[in-house]
């Protein structure tokens, strides 16, 4: 059995996750409602709804939609947590299992018992505690890692990096001007950066240093290198129980702009992406409740004109679906043609961050009639719908009818 239940609470809510016993899937969309779905019984899912925030607690897994501009606070997770395009703030408290981010603006974490996977982050990553290892790739802001007991990977950090790991790191970072970047390991530390960066290097490690395609040799005098590069407009510090290699690789120095519109364009796109995947599963679902709709309303005693009027209703829904998804691939194409003329052109003009849309850009629904109410509810009680799919069709039904 599943419970799903729809929500409508603007673009921009507050939604709090007190505590899941399974999996919490967060996955962000273009429409000011929120859609609450976990596999358990009635009774596994408590919701309370108040002027300041949605807050939910849920014994079995947890699949939520978003809007993309939520401020998200998850207090608890006993397994995995997954979140994928948010843009609004993110709160983690404690994870029992692994954490996975995608396409994320700022995030807080305390702690996390598993492993952390981070890509497309446009705002700053703060982590207090990770038991095991983390990986973190394109991140636009600042990136602070107090306490790392397994490995790190860190790949195009485009603010400061401040990292504490019990294991081994491995750094590969453009140097952008301003940027510090401080790394401690109790392992080894394999640092990439551009050929010919500018910038205060300073290395000391109780193994060996080595430093490999940064200009002449450097000498290490007692376990420790400090040399300096013009124009030196970054520092990069790094510390190690073990060994250090720092080595220069063909990696362009990007500016702070020409960085953020990078990660801006590929947010854009994964925004694209995943409307018309939720477009085409709302389109799906809409079809198979007309479907069913057409054959259970001959067999109920039903006024003629209420199951025209819901009929039609149920249409203008499924037309609605449709028109969605028409414009999310119209965007995806035109995101992807943008794309390529800016890669022939070799510019890289800044791009928008995808935002939901605001109320008054949406046309009002009107409200399911007491009468219509009825009639599904009697169908419910007869065994012709279960209470999800009146759930959809109430939805479907609010959806479909403008005032």
């Not at 997770?77 to 954490?99: D, H, K, P, Q, T």
């Not at 500018?198 to 290198?225: P, Q, W, Y």
């Not at 009929?311 to 995806?332: G, P």
């Not at 890669?343 to 109320?359: E, V």
């Amino acid at each position: 059995m599943s419970v799903s239940r729809l929500f409508q609470i603007g673009p921009t809510p507050t939604l709090i996750v007190r505590n899941v016993s399974g999996n919490l899937s967060v996955s962000g969309w273009d429409r000011p409602e929120v859609q609450v779905r976990t596999r358990g019984e009635a009774e596994d899912l408590r919701i309370e709804e108040n002027i300041e925030a949605l807050t939910i607690f849920c014994e079995e897994d947890l699949w939520l939609r978003v809007p993309v501009q939520s401020m998200l606070t998850i207090e608890k997770a006993e397994a995995n947590v997954s979140i994928n395009l948010l843009l609004g703030s993110l709160r983690i408290g404690s994870v029992e299992g692994n954490v996975s981010l995608h396409s994320v603006s700022a995030v807080e974490i305390d702690h996390i018992e598993g492993n952390l996977t981070a890509r497309l982050v446009a705002g700053d990553l703060h982590v207090h505690v990770v038991e095991g290892s983390v990986q973190i790739g394109k991140a636009a802001g600042d990136v602070q890692l107090d306490k790392i007991e397994g490995n790190l990977g860190l790949e195009e950090i485009g603010g400061d990096i401040q990292a504490r790991v019990e294991g081994s790191a491995r750094v590969r970072t453009p140097l952008a001007p301003g940027q510090q970047c401080i790394v401690q390991a109790e392992g080894n530390i394999l640092c990439e950066v551009p050929r010919d960066v500018g910038a205060v290097f300073s290395l000391k490690a109780e193994g060996t240093i080595r430093v490999t395609d940064l200009g002449e040799n450097h000498k290490v005098v007692a376990g420790e290198i400090v040399f300096e590069r013009e124009p030196a407009q970054a520092r990069l510090t790094l510390m190690a129980e073990g060994n250090i290699h720092l080595r220069g690789v063909q990696l362009r120095p990007i500016d702070e702009k020409e960085f953020v519109s990078t990660i801006e364009e590929e947010l854009t796109l994964r925004a694209a992406e995943l409307t018309q995947q939720i477009s085409e599963q709302i389109e799906a679902q809409v079809h198979e409740l007309a479907r069913q709709l057409d054959s259970r309303l001959a067999q109920l005693n039903v006024d003629e004109t209420l199951s025209v009027s819901i009929q039609e209703r149920i249409q203008a829904a499924m037309r609605r679906a449709e028109e969605r998804l028409t414009e999310a691939l119209r965007r995806m194409e035109q995101r992807t043609q943008e794309r390529e003329s800016r890669r022939r052109k070799g510019g890289w003009p800044s791009s928008p961050t995808p935002a939901a849309p605001s109320a008054s850009s949406r046309p009002k629904s009107s409200p399911v009639t007491e009468e219509e109410r009825m009639m599904i509810l009697r169908m419910v009680e007869q065994g012709k719908l279960s209470v999800e799919q009146a759930e959809q069709l109430l939805a479907a039904l609010s959806s479909g009818k403008q005032g």
